[in-house]
């Protein structure tokens, strides 16, 4: 069979994966993370820690799976789970929660965003808002809903949107704004105007917030503002989360989605035929981990802001430009200075050129918009810091 039909071809071609010849390419990440396997180079370019999340988190799992907790868990999750959920978000929020009808659990993160867009979009004339650069599912699952993306560009190098072009991307025809906050790849944290201004084009076109906040506790300077507790935003939010970046254990995928009981029931209706159910021993895990003390929530966030120092220094040194990021695990750096004119074609050379992976940031935007991220590189700090350190060491030969 020369062509197979289906819709695995534009959700291949909205990630950026179907080559000019028609051949579907690895993701970047899997081209990376082989590169880095087969040089010995030092791993900055998949967002994944090479620590242990907290023993607490760790051994609830192994006594779960020590007194039977292997069997499906219930379609939502288990009781405990959307009750710390619910507990967390009163905690850090303010926001309160019905566990048993506001609260869903997810295979990740990911799955909680495909979930809600699939739930969301009713047809090909409705429109999908992003922020450029992107979470690669994003683009993805948006094409395979059938949806349009519409972008709003982040620009070097504070990748803050400008509100004009936000107000001109969110129309009548927007059935959903994604906003991903703290943002991978750039590490911006939006602004409060940034975030004021997209509960209002959502209320002025009726449209729902989709909010992804995987790296809500991972922001460097002041809390984490979830846009459900702006005024006008909780009766039209989604808010998705998850355990991965908190807590290291990102193959463990325990998610979650809150929001009002209508719109969460919209996305179960979906989820359930996607995963079903997941991580049942992994479930009461997560809910140690959310009900852990303010030290080790605080704790993360200072640990983290060192190592984006120290790779920032790195990175400096080494002769890149940076963009300081405000959360996250990134750091987005220039390599124009470095000679760098394609940014794909430079990490493909990093490796035996300085023995460190790092990933392009076109591989996180539309063809369209490349040009736009020609130099730029993302790098992880979620790693040893002794692991910073020898990649800064080695990333000094780079130049």
Same mark, same amino acid.
């Given at each position: 069979m020369r062509h197979i039909p289906?819709?695995?071809?534009?959700? #291949?071609?909205?990630?950026?994966?179907?080559?000019?010849?028609?051949?579907? =390419?690895?993701?970047?990440? #899997?081209e990376m993370s082989a590169l880095a396997a087969e040089t010995g180079a030092i791993n900055l370019g998949q967002g994944f820690?090479?620590?242990?999340?907290?023993?607490? %988190?760790?051994?609830?799992?192994?006594?779960?799976?020590? /007194?039977?907790?292997n069997q499906y868990p219930p379609g939502r999750g288990i009781p405990d789970l959307l009750s710390a959920v619910a507990e967390h978000q009163r905690r850090f929020y303010g926001i309160s929660l019905d566990p048993g009808t506001e609260v869903l659990v997810t295979a990740g993160a990911t799955e909680a965003i495909a979930a809600a867009l699939l739930a969301l979009v009713d047809g090909p004339d409705d429109e999908i808002v992003v922020f450029e650069p992107f979470y690669d599912s994003y683009a993805a699952i948006v094409a395979l809903s059938g949806a349009r993306l519409v972008t709003v560009p982040l /620009?070097?190098?504070?990748?803050?949107?400008?509100?004009?072009?936000?107000? /001109?991307? @969110?129309?009548d025809r927007t059935r959903a704004i994604l906003v991903n906050d703290p943002h991978n790849p750039t590490g911006a944290v939006f602004t409060a105007e940034v975030r004021d201004e997209? @509960?209002?084009?959502?209320?002025? =076109?009726?449209?729902?917030?989709?909010?992804?906040?995987?790296?809500? =506790?991972? %922001?460097?300077?002041?809390? =984490?503002?979830?846009?459900?507790?702006?005024?006008?935003?909780?009766?039209r939010t989604l808010t998705i989360s998850s355990g991965g970046k908190t807590f290291s254990t990102t193959g463990w995928k325990i998610g979650w989605?809150?929001?009002?009981?209508?719109? %969460?029931?919209? @996305?179960l209706a979906v989820k359930q035929f996607l995963t079903?159910?997941?991580?049942?021993?992994?479930?009461?895990?997560?809910?140690t981990g959310l009900r852990l003390g303010d030290a080790f929530f605080e704790g993360i966030a200072e640990r983290l802001r060192a190592k984006r120092d120290l790779l920032g220094r790195g990175l400096l040194a080494a002769g890149f430009e940076v963009s300081m990021p405000a959360g996250s695990y990134f750091t987005v750096a220039d390599a124009r200075a470095l000679g760098a004119s394609d940014a794909s074609a430079f990490c493909r050379e990093l490796p035996s050129r300085a023995g460190v992976v790092a990933i392009p940031l076109t591989a996180f935007?539309?063809?369209?918009?490349?040009?736009?991220? #020609?130099?730029?590189v993302r790098f992880a700090a979620c790693k040893r810091v002794e692991v910073l350190e020898e990649a800064a060491s080695r990333l000094s030969r780079a130049h």
């Open positions: 289906g819709a695995w071809h534009r959700t #291949a071609a909205g990630a950026g994966l179907v080559g000019s010849d028609g051949t579907i =390419h690895p993701t970047i990440f #899997a820690p090479d620590e242990d999340g907290p023993a607490e %988190v760790l051994e609830a799992a192994r006594e779960a799976i020590a /007194r039977g907790v /620009r070097w190098p504070d990748f803050q949107p400008d509100l004009g072009e936000l107000r /001109r991307a @969110v129309g997209i @509960v209002r084009l959502a209320e002025r =076109h009726d449209a729902i917030i989709v909010t992804d906040e995987v790296y809500e =506790h991972l %922001v460097f300077d002041g809390p =984490h503002v979830p846009i459900a507790t702006l005024p006008g935003a909780r009766e989605i809150t929001g009002p009981a209508a719109l %969460v029931s919209a @996305v079903y159910v997941n991580g049942s021993a992994f479930q009461p895990a997560m809910a935007t539309t063809s369209e918009h490349r040009s736009d991220y #020609a130099t730029l």
